[in-house]
């Protein structure tokens, strides 16, 4: 009797070493995948100082695109932006009345810190239809990854106490979104029936046709002061996909759900926008880093 009880005893003793061995290899394979996980890589930064200028160089049959050159010697990396095997990134005047309409250039300001910098500044004084002048990060070849992107920004407070106005801060498309057959991600200050600005987040497949869309009035809408905006996705035809937008560190909107569609890949980026029917109307922007994966 007393041996079939010491042999019941070591059974348990057995299962129960088996089950901690169990519970160490699952830890350890926890902390292998932990481990493994990919780090964000910053692929551009940029505050426009030192050697950045824009070309005023017009080319033949260019639709009005002025490059951004040089290196920031600060951060060590070159005008124009080349991230996602993109070529040819520019400044776009569009329906501009020969860059009267809207202007672009590296201003030295007081910036968010409170010191001297360069910035890039805009203004859209009139509107012709469609005029505006973002920031074109162009021929995308790999269209269909994440990206985080962050900068400082400011924003004049005309056109802000307007009723039932609007500007765009940044926007995507992907391939086919022209022929009304893909993709916008895009980014706004509206304003509503008594002039009180708002934040409004979308996705739509083709203009004034939502997938989806976000409004925020909580968060303040700075005028006059600067103010970090930060954009991230996960490129996904399915529902694992994201849109996130925070102002300040504080989320504007964080949409899960397609990001593109027909898996369209990104097509065109405008990293910085100034267009909407709030005239005239001017932008600061600073410091601007693009990730390949959202920073912790």
């Known amino acids: 009797m007393q041996n079939f009880v010491s042999l019941h005893r070591l059974i348990h003793m057995i299962k129960f070493f088996l089950f901690l061995a169990g519970m160490f290899l699952i830890s350890l394979s926890c902390i292998k995948k932990s481990n ?3 780090e964000p890589v910053l692929l551009f930064k940029s505050g426009f100082e030192n050697d950045v200028y ?32 993109a070529t040819e990134s520019a400044l776009h005047f569009i329906d501009d009345d020969n860059h009267r309409a809207v202007k672009a250039e590296i201003r030295k300001v007081i910036g968010h810190n409170g010191d001297s910098t360069h910035v890039l500044f ?18 995308i070849r790999e269209g269909k990854k994440d990206l985080y992107i962050r900068y400082w920004m400011k924003v004049d407070s005309a056109g802000m106490s307007q009723p039932y106005s ?19 991600l895009i980014a706004f200050i509206y304003t509503d029936n008594l002039g009180h600005p708002y934040w409004h987040w979308q996705g739509d497949k083709y203009p004034d046709h939502p997938v989806w869309e976000i409004d925020n009035r909580s968060i303040p809408v700075p005028v006059n002061e600067w103010f970090l905006t930060e954009f991230y996705w996960h490129w996904s035809n399915g529902s694992d996909g994201r849109a996130l937008w925070k102002i300040n560190g504080q989320i504007v909107g964080d949409h899960h759900g397609p990001t593109t569609l027909h898996s369209q890949p990104v097509e065109i980026i405008m990293l910085t926008q100034i267009y909407g029917n709030a005239n005239p109307k001017s932008q600061w922007v600073d410091d601007i880093e693009i990730w390949d994966g959202l920073p912790e």
């Open 36 to 38: 493994d996980a990919k």
């Open 54 to 85: 824009i070309d005023p160089t017009a080319y033949t049959d260019s639709e009005d695109y002025r490059f951004i050159r040089g290196t920031d010697r600060e951060t060590g990396f070159s005008w124009p932006v080349e991230i996602l095997g």
């Open 122 to 139: 805009n203004e859209e004084r009139y509107d012709l239809g469609i005029t505006q002048c973002p920031y074109e990060i162009l021929n």
């Open 166 to 184: 609007w500007r765009v801060l940044f926007e995507y498309k992907t391939k086919g979104y022209a022929a009304n057959n893909g993709f916008r």
